[in-house]
């Protein structure tokens, strides 16, 4: 295994490979969430690189009691083991603090003084961006788009273009609660960890060129991407929280690390089936190939007849 350390002075110039997987402690991993951890931790270690945990933990209002510590009983009980300590966002604040600063000092950035009910869901027309009306106080922190279209070359998903004025609109990088956005957090630590590619689920492929704009502004590298199909379940419904923690409990960390190779087209041996879990595992870093990974969804999931 290869290990390298972090070089706190140049974190993101890591050459090696190095992959991670960012859960928020929101509720248990669903069965969608454990595709990613596998699939995140699979490419990593097949290309003989790190795998970091970090847990996303800003959102503090969407935080669960004891949803970190359930989420790492997952992982272990699979034999997903992390490259070293797991680093929670929460206590990366000062790190955010300064991203903010930076992107104020050039005028990046602008406060904006307009509610959710002022803009409902439609594009931010601009209306703060050279200055609030009087009157108004400042809620959240926008960063300034151009209009140029950023274009990512996804691993599974393929070309992916965004124009970010068109199709986004200035977005929010604080929020009005104070709680720093998860693209401006996701950014700084993807560079500061040293993240060579970032493996997860296709619903985050569409706020991917709002974080390689951010890196972009910030002078962060650009990750490698590869977002994972979505596991919905017969009615095309993601998959609630609770379906992870069942599948667990009730199928057992082996039948549910097989049903998560199925579902990511590896075709795991039927033998595995009797295996202990880190025997799948070595099964699967042996076998893993990310182009059979499918770019949408090809097995249902069914969640209440155990995975
Ligand atoms: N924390 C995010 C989530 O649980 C994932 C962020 C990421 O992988 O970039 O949905």
Same mark, same amino acid.
């Given at each position: 295994?290869?290990?390298?350390?972090?070089?706190?002075?140049?974190?993101?110039?890591?050459?090696?490979?190095?992959?991670? *997987?960012?859960?928020?402690?929101?509720?248990?991993?669903? *069965?969608?969430?454990?595709?990613?951890?596998?699939?995140?931790?699979?490419?990593?270690?097949?290309?003989?690189?790190?795998?970091?945990?970090?847990?996303?933990?800003?959102?503090?209002?969407?935080?669960?009691?004891?949803?970190?510590?359930?989420?790492?009983?997952?992982?272990?009980?699979?034999?997903?083991?992390?490259?070293?300590?797991?680093?929670?966002?929460?206590?990366?604040?000062?790190?955010?603090?300064?991203?903010?600063?930076?992107?104020?000092?050039?005028?990046?950035? *602008?406060?904006?003084?307009?509610?959710?009910?002022?803009?409902?869901?439609?594009?931010?027309?601009?209306?703060?961006?050279?200055?609030?009306?009087?009157?108004?106080?400042?809620?959240?922190?926008?960063?300034?788009?151009?209009?140029?279209?950023?274009?990512?070359?996804?691993?599974?998903?393929? &070309?992916?273009?965004?124009?970010?004025?068109? &199709?986004?609109?200035? *977005?929010?990088?604080?929020?009005?609660?104070?709680?720093?956005?998860?693209?401006?957090?996701?950014?700084?630590?993807?560079?500061?960890?040293?993240?060579?590619?970032?493996?997860?689920?296709?619903?985050?492929?569409?706020?991917?060129?709002?974080?390689?704009?951010?890196?972009?502004?910030?002078?962060?590298?650009?990750?490698?991407?590869?977002?994972?199909?979505?596991?919905?379940?017969?009615?095309?419904?993601?998959?609630?929280?609770?379906?992870?923690?069942?599948?667990?409990? &009730?199928?057992?960390?082996?039948?549910?690390?097989?049903?998560?190779?199925?579902?990511?087209?590896?075709?795991?041996?039927?033998?595995?089936?009797?295996?202990?879990?880190?025997?799948?595992?070595?099964?699967?870093?042996?076998?893993?190939?990310?182009?059979?990974?499918?770019?949408?969804?090809?097995?249902?999931?069914?969640?209440?007849?155990?995975?």
């Amino acid at each position: 295994m290869i290990s390298a350390s972090l070089d706190a002075r140049h974190p993101g110039r890591i050459s090696v490979y190095c992959g991670r *997987f960012a859960p928020s402690p929101s509720g248990p991993l669903h *069965f969608g969430s454990l595709v990613t951890a596998l699939a995140s931790y699979l490419q990593a270690r097949s290309r003989g690189g790190r795998w970091l945990v970090r847990m996303e933990d800003l959102d503090t209002p969407r935080n669960q009691p004891g949803a970190a510590t359930t989420i790492l009983r997952q992982l272990d009980s699979l034999g997903l083991r992390p490259d070293g300590a797991v680093l929670a966002q929460s206590t990366r604040l000062r790190a955010y603090r300064e991203a903010l600063a930076a992107l104020a000092a050039r005028h990046l950035t *602008f406060p904006c003084g307009c509610s959710r009910q002022d803009l409902g869901e439609a594009i931010y027309p601009g209306t703060c961006r050279n200055g609030l009306a009087p009157g108004r106080q400042a809620r959240a922190v926008r960063v300034r788009v151009s209009g140029e279209t950023i274009v990512l070359q996804d691993e599974i998903q393929g &070309e992916f273009r965004q124009h970010l004025s068109r &199709e986004v609109g200035d *977005f929010v990088v604080r929020r009005a609660d104070n709680i720093v956005a998860y693209h401006l957090a996701v950014v700084v630590d993807d560079a500061w960890q040293g993240i060579t590619e970032v493996v997860r689920g296709a619903d985050l492929l569409d706020s991917t060129p709002r974080q390689i704009y951010l890196q972009r502004l910030l002078g962060l590298p650009t990750p490698r991407y590869a977002h994972l199909p979505i596991a919905a379940d017969a009615q095309g419904q993601k998959l609630s929280k609770q379906t992870g923690a069942r599948a667990i409990a &009730e199928g057992g960390p082996v039948r549910t690390l097989h049903a998560c190779l199925e579902y990511l087209g590896q075709r795991p041996d039927p033998r595995l089936q009797r295996a202990m879990p880190s025997e799948v595992l070595e099964w699967g870093v042996a076998h893993w190939d990310l182009s059979k990974v499918p770019r949408r969804a090809t097995i249902i999931v069914q969640p209440d007849q155990g995975l």
